[in-house]
């Protein structure tokens, strides 16, 4: 089975801060990783889909990139809405165990 | 308005079973491939199984391998997951999800339904 690493577990960042949130794959997935952000009490959104595709109606700031084995979600410009829990997916099955961005 | 709604979930003991349901509307349910996701409190995503669009293959975890049954009637625009011989690490919030055709991003999630295995 793939398994997905992300680091770090836990980050701590400032509004306008630039993010980046790594995702390794234990074998090459070519491009099937997706991007999701999960706030407390509610469903994982997608953000990212193919490694690097925007999902519509999200924002510019965030940014996949990527290919094989390691991959990252960039967040160019933190906002108060950004705090929150990010996954990556091997799509459509294993997930990482998350990334916890917090204000610092 | 595209939509998943679960319900279904509850307290349940030990041994027990329970079936949970996945309500879909505003799209072609028997066009998608639809997948359940776990969460245990406090903890990270954890897929749990799928099927596709015309419910003649699934596949599930190894955690849940011969205990979970996931299955559909596109005539209901319904997705279930009849669960048995729960174990109390089962317990988690357990979320349907549509699986976009081409790249498997899940698009649609529904709000999660709880379910508790204890004594």
């Known amino acids: 089975d793939i398994q997905m690493t992300q680091s770090p577990s836990t980050l701590s960042a400032s509004v306008g801060d630039r993010v980046t949130i790594t995702c390794r794959a234990s074998?090459?997935?070519?491009?099937?990783l997706a991007w999701y952000q999960q706030k407390p009490g509610k469903a994982p959104k997608l953000l990212i889909y193919k490694a690097s595709s925007l999902e519509s109606g999200v924002p510019s700031r965030f940014s996949g990139s990527g290919s094989g084995t390691e991959f990252t979600l960039t967040i160019s410009s933190l906002q108060p809405d950004d705090f929150a829990t990010y996954y990556c997916q091997h799509s459509p099955w294993t997930f990482g165990q998350g990334t916890k961005v917090e204000i610092k | 308005e595209v939509q998943l709604v679960e319900s279904g979930g509850g307290l349940v003991q030990p041994g027990g079973s329970l079936r949970l349901s996945c309500a879909a509307s505003g799209f072609t349910f028997s066009s998608y491939w639809m997948h359940w996701v776990r969460q245990a409190p406090g903890k990270g995503l954890v897929w749990v199984s799928r099927i596709n669009s015309d419910g003649s293959s699934t596949s599930y975890a190894d955690s849940v391998k011969g205990r979970f049954t996931i299955s559909r009637d596109n005539a209901k625009n319904t997705l279930y997951l009849q669960m048995n011989s729960l174990r109390a690490e089962d317990t988690a919030v357990y979320y349907c999800?549509?699986?976009?055709?081409?790249?498997?991003?899940?698009?649609?999630w529904g709000q999660g339904t709880m379910v508790t295995v204890s004594s």
């Open positions: 074998q090459s997935i070519s491009s099937w």
């Open positions: 999800a549509r699986a976009r055709y081409g790249d498997s991003a899940f698009d649609i």
